[in-house]
């Protein structure tokens, strides 16, 4: 009977020896597997600081960008205004009697007849030939 005790210890020992090889087997497959995810966690986290220090250059570019269009855009609207007052100036130069005459007379010197004349000026023929009876 001391036998079948003794034998019956030595298996459970060797059964128990058995399971205790399995789990320590699993625990170092455990920690290999833990290693790898901290790794990858570890690049994972450099990835996402290196997207936020990117969109930061890039917010700010935008942002540097945004104010260079707004003064681009007033320099545009008063380069507008100034071409705008330049354009009436020069219409109302058009309109100007003087320059009406000038056009008349320079008009006859190169050969155009006062009908020509008319019309490319928008005057009447009566007005042409007043201007030219004039000169």
Avoid: H, W
């Amino acid at each position: 009977m001391s036998d079948l005790l003794l034998i019956l210890f030595t298996v459970s020992e060797v059964i128990l020896l058995g399971i205790v090889i399995v789990f320590f087997l699993r625990l170092k497959k455990s920690e290999t597997l833990l290693s790898g995810l901290q790794v990858k966690q570890e690049e994972f986290i450099k990835r996402l600081q290196f997207n936020t220090q990117l969109e930061n250059e890039l917010v700010s570019t935008f942002e540097q960008r945004q104010m260079e269009l707004i003064t681009l855009n007033n320099d545009l609207e008063k380069k507008a205004a100034e071409l705008k007052k330049l354009i009436d100036l020069a219409n109302d130069y058009c309109k100007s009697p003087q320059f009406m005459r000038e056009i008349i007379l320079n008009g006859r010197k190169s050969g155009k007849s006062p009908v020509q004349l008319a019309k490319s000026t928008g005057l009447s023929l009566e007005e042409v030939e007043l201007i030219l009876d004039q000169a």
